[in-house]
């Protein structure tokens, strides 16, 4: 836990001559001089809430105060291996009791819900770590990144290949020009965005003793509960919830590439045109990017495509052999001086094998994604993958998913303006208006 070292008093009388004061303090209370342990609240502990919890907790710094989900189930099963914590259902009550008892949170719960949670662990001066996307909507990513460098604390979000040594090793070589200035990419997963139905199915079912499904259905639009339609684990294919496959893996499979070269910021996006369904995401699709190129690519623009639900580049992007082929996860990264195929979760090789035989891979030493965030919080390091970083994976994702529901347009955007200049009906979907009694400040 963190030992106070400077009252809020004693903070405010001294800041007392100055022009403003920040809009977000950070728990004063519990800043300063850090002792061993971090005391830690996880929301959402079923599912990747499970690992999640367990991961930061195996950081052998941290003391898992508080537990909070809307599901008893996950619940019980968190409290039986942490029965010190104590238990929440909601949230808001939960950031409303201890905010002054913890010093950190982590979001892993539906995409819908990542926002407005985050962001009030923010306003209480929490460290965050929250899952990818970090946000369903691009003006809450913009809003997260400013309120986290106002609040000064530290943010991670949960791409925790970030950290694993093959990504690191990739986006390391591509930044020494392994494979020359870099013309082009494919990214693909096989992973769908289908939800198992179509259409929002009629009627109600009753809801389960041991589920909150107004606390569940959070921020977004109220609908009736049906069972195995939308929780645990479907939500992901549906709008109002999720954003399907895409949401799920771009942040993963695009951040090597961001990270080696550089890449910031989305000019264009296009879906290939197909069929679009009113609620849910599409069970594949491809899109088209253009980002803003970097002193590491070959033009001032770069393209990039993006493949999922089984599609994919033909194995002539990369000058394999006859007896080898693309993963079925990853990325086929086009050099000037030739390609390096980056599988998902697995270290980087370059084309041609004959050219690139005995290159040297860079040595590299073990970091863990989790720990260095809990490193990071008690003033140990740096979390390489913060609201800084995330907010252009996320928004490439976010951008994606409006361009899925614009199916065949292209979409030319404007980051400083935060805007789509040539269609302006594809700026509704930057900002939702949140359910009525779920209001978030800043959101």
Sequence with gaps: MVKQTITRRLFLKKAAGAV??????????????????????????????????????????????????????????????????????????????????????????????????????????????????????????????????????????????????????????????????????????????????????????????????????????????????????????????????????????????????????????????????????PQSSILHYEFRGTKLTAGKTIKATWYDGGKMPGREVAPMPADRNLPKNGSAIIGEEGVMVLPHWAGPQLYPLEKFKGYPRPKLEVVDHYHQWVGACLGEGKASANFDYAVPLTEAALLGTIAIRLSGKKLEWDAKKMQFVNTPKANQYLRRKYRRGWEVERL
């Design 20 to 281: 403003a004061i920040p809009l977000f303090l950070p728990s004063l209370s519990r800043a300063g001089e850090v002792s061993k342990k971090l005391a830690h609240g996880s929301i959402g502990v079923g599912g990747m809430g499970w690992n999640d919890l367990n991961s930061i907790y195996n950081s052998g710094k941290v003391e898992i105060a508080v537990l909070c989900d809307v599901d008893a189930n996950n619940l019980k099963k968190a409290a039986e291996k942490f029965p010190q914590a104590r238990q929440y259902r909601d949230w808001r009550e939960m950031l409303e009791k201890e905010g002054d008892k913890i010093d950190s949170i982590n979001v892993t719960v539906p995409d819908h819900m990542h926002a407005p949670i985050a962001m009030t662990g923010l306003h209480k001066g929490k460290h965050v770590y929250c899952q990818k996307p970090l946000t369903h909507e691009v003006y809450e990513a913009r809003q997260l990144r400013s309120a986290a460098q106002q609040a000064g604390v530290v943010t991670q979000m949960g791409i925790q290949i970030h950290a694993h040594i093959a990504y690191r090793m990739a986006a390391q070589m591509l930044g020494e020009g392994a494979i020359g200035k870099v013309k082009e990419w494919h990214s693909w997963v096989g992973a769908e965005g289908w939800p198992g139905v179509l259409e929002r199915p009629a009627g109600a079912d009753p809801v389960p003793d041991y589920l909150n499904w107004d606390n569940w259905v959070g921020v977004a639009p109220f609908r009736p509960y049906k069972e195995k339609i939308y929780h645990p684990f479907r939500w992901r294919g549906w709008k109002d919830f999720g954003c399907g496959a895409l949401g799920d893996f771009l942040c993963h499979i695009f951040d090597p590439i961001f990270m080696g070269l550089g890449i910031k910021e989305v000019l264009s996006v296009q879906a290939e045109k197909q069929k679009v369904y009113a609620e849910t995401w």
